[in-house]
Nanobody
């Protein structure tokens, strides 16, 4: 069974950090681009970052550059999203998605995780 599972979310104070993980089971991520998306309450889902299957290309939503870093580790079959200097506006459910095509458009992605909640609050 093909499955993506996000983890690492939680409650963090403003200025804090979290590292989200996107782990795959039932298939290898080696041939898939991975995208991270988020959906805040009352808002549409938006792209956060994506990384190519080889890891040589990464993209970030402009406002997140310098704070978020996406990376992938083939042996662990996992993609990470390191989030630093978190702000209350980063509060959302974060999803990872996989597809053979690299894109920042969510409609491209075939496989999705269930999401992990990130709450930034004092």
């Amino acid at each position: 069974q093909v499955q993506l599972v996000e983890s690492g979310g939680g409650l963090v104070q403003p200025g804090g950090s979290l590292r989200l993980s996107c782990a795959a089971s039932g298939f290898t991520l080696d041939y898939y681009a991975i995208g991270w998306f988020r959906q805040a309450p009352g808002k549409e889902r938006e792209g956060v970052s994506c990384i190519s299957s080889s890891g040589d290309k990464t993209f970030y939503e402009d406002s997140l550059k310098g704070r978020f870093t996406i990376s992938r580790h083939a042996v662990e079959n996992t993609v990470y999203l390191q989030m630093n200097s978190l702000e209350p506006e980063d509060t959302a459910v974060y999803y990872c998605a996989a597809d053979t095509v690299l894109s920042d458009y969510e409609g491209v992605y075939e496989y999705w995780g269930q999401g992990t909640q990130v709450t930034v609050s004092s």
